[in-house]
């Protein structure tokens, strides 16, 4: 026999004296149980087989304060059709409103709804109103304007067809408040009804074993109320770091247990740490509006030491002592003191090597960056970057490599091939790309390379420095598996809920 819970035989027994199906409501006045204490007693006697749930959606209605109004007056085209009547079916369209002692914001409304319901026809050359027909005593809308000013409101559900159609009409003249609800109609099954028939018996029981139950004893005489410990409990969702967040975390770890040291830096720099610095032309693209965010106010900052801008603007015009030719253009002090919100962390890691020149030196960031781009589903304007340096005697290239493919095969990407490009601060140079076989080509992950002389000796720097830095986002997206950028900055909860990150 299916053991039963006191508030399960109480619900039972309560529907079985109202005739074996009954609403919630019933139920609830019949046992005395409140709502919450009643669905869950039925569904735990769903679940038994004991009974059954009958679900109907039911839509209630009632008339907003316009429909009132018009419940109690009357509606507008019934007035003006009325004012018609008495003017012998003929009169201008200002004389018959003047009978009718209409509202003018009601006017066109009555004038619609006379053509609508094809009682009189307005000819707009004379402005004279013409009776088409002589309207019913009470439209269908109308009863229901009285119906539901009598009652208050009704089940739209329950109505005649009549009625079910004048619903629509009051509802598209916006005179009804309407909700939805579903009703729910709880029914003895045939197992429930042998149940029953086996007596049903009501037994007091205890929750909680208190220490006065222990201690007088009165436990053994006790009804203990047993608990399925199986059963599924609610979901709970603990705090969590956001998933973004959570990569950053391991992104720095990697690198500090590769024995670098992270660096940080103010998002708005001066473009001589963002551009000329690195040997970026004061005419090159990347430095229009239209790519970089330049400040309003203030417009201009301080420039490091002279014997260093000096340098710098030297190498820009002729290439100073570097052996290059430079870029051939006169150098603008104005240019370099604009203030830029840095489109890349590498304005960190420069002026970190202006102050730090002794090797070996391993530093790296993972900070924000902005550049002026189109949102899309794989760009945005702000996004972080991972950037980094290494300085040594005796550092190549392949040394570069190596560090990225342990940092990146930390991730589990184990595809990571070099391909070489082209960078204005840095040769060689080359990209590091990774192969996403659910999107069949490669994408790529950073661009690295080995810092030119003309970077290097302004800023008093002897040693081979390889450098490299690359968009987090797109790690971020092939370690969740995503395919569009702005699910990392949606915050969709349940997206931030369901998302594991799972440790290779």
């Not at 009704?154 to 939805?180: F, G, M, N, T, Y």
């Not at 053994?220 to 967040?245: C, E, M, N, S, W």
């Not at 986002?473 to 799972?502: F, K, V």
């Amino acid at each position: 026999m299916v053991e039963l819970r006191e508030n399960e035989r109480k619900t039972l027994l309560a529907i079985e004296r109202l005739g074996g199906k009954a609403s919630v409501e019933q139920i609830t006045n019949e046992s005395g149980l409140p709502d919450s204490t009643i669905m869950r007693a039925a569904l735990a006697l769903q679940e038994k087989k004991l009974l059954k749930t009958l679900e109907k959606k039911q839509t209630i209605i009632e008339l907003n304060d316009e429909g009132k109004l018009h419940a109690k007056q009357g509606l507008p085209e019934r007035h003006l059709i009325n004012a018609l009547i008495k003017l012998g079916g003929k009169a201008p369209i200002e004389k018959t409103v003047e009978n009718a002692k209409l509202e003018r914001r009601f006017v066109p409304i009555a004038l619609g709804w006379l053509r609508r319901k094809n009682w009189a026809a307005l000819d707009t050359k004379t402005t004279m109103l013409q009776l088409l027909e002589k309207p019913e005593k009470e439209g269908a809308d109308e009863k229901l304007l009285k119906l539901l000013n009598e009652k208050g409101q009704a089940i739209s559900e329950d109505l005649s067809p009549e009625l079910q159609s004048a619903v629509q009409i009051l509802k598209r003249r916006k005179l009804l408040e309407i909700d939805e609800k579903t009703k729910r109609v709880i029914e003895i099954t045939e197992a429930g009804w042998k149940r029953i028939r086996r007596g049903i018996k009501v037994i007091s029981e205890v929750t909680q074993l208190t220490p006065e139950l222990i201690i007088t004893e009165k436990w053994r005489r006790t009804k203990l109320r047993k608990f399925d410990v199986t059963a599924p409990g609610p979901t709970i969702y603990p705090a969590k770091i956001h998933p973004l967040q959570q990569i950053i975390q391991r992104a720095r770890e990697i690198f500090l247990e590769m024995g670098f040291t992270e660096i940080r830096g103010p998002l708005i720099e001066t473009a001589f740490w963002n551009f000329d610095a690195l040997f970026q032309p004061q005419d090159h693209p990347a430095r229009e509006m239209m790519d970089t965010f330049y400040l309003a106010n203030p417009k201009a900052g301080g420039l490091p030491k002279k014997s260093l801008v000096d340098a710098v603007a030297k190498t820009h015009e002729d290439g100073w002592t570097t052996g290059s030719k430079g870029w051939g253009y006169k150098w603008s002090h104005e240019e370099a003191q604009r203030l830029v919100l840095r489109t890349h962390t590498t304005s960190e890691t420069i002026k970190y090597l202006s102050k730090h020149k002794t090797p070996p030196t391993k530093v790296f960031s993972v900070d924000r960056v902005y550049r002026n781009e189109k949102v899309t589903y794989i760009h945005t304007a702000e996004f972080h970057q991972i950037e980094g340096i290494v300085v040594d005697k005796h550092v190549t290239l392949r040394d570069l490599m190596g560090t990225l493919k342990t940092f990146y095969s930390r991730f589990g990407l184990r595809k990571v091939q070099f391909w070489p490009c082209y960078f204005p601060y840095t040769e060689p140079s080359a990209q590091a790309v990774f192969y996403v076989p659910k999107l069949k080509h490669w994408i790529e992950l950073c661009g690295m390379g080995m810092f030119r002389p003309e970077v290097l000796a302004p800023m008093g720097i002897k040693y081979p420095v390889l450098a490299w830095g690359g968009g987090l986002e797109r790690l971020a997206m092939i370690e969740l598996g995503l395919d569009d950028i702005r699910a990392l900055y949606g915050n969709s909860l349940n997206w931030i809920r369901r998302t594991q990150m799972c440790r290779r």
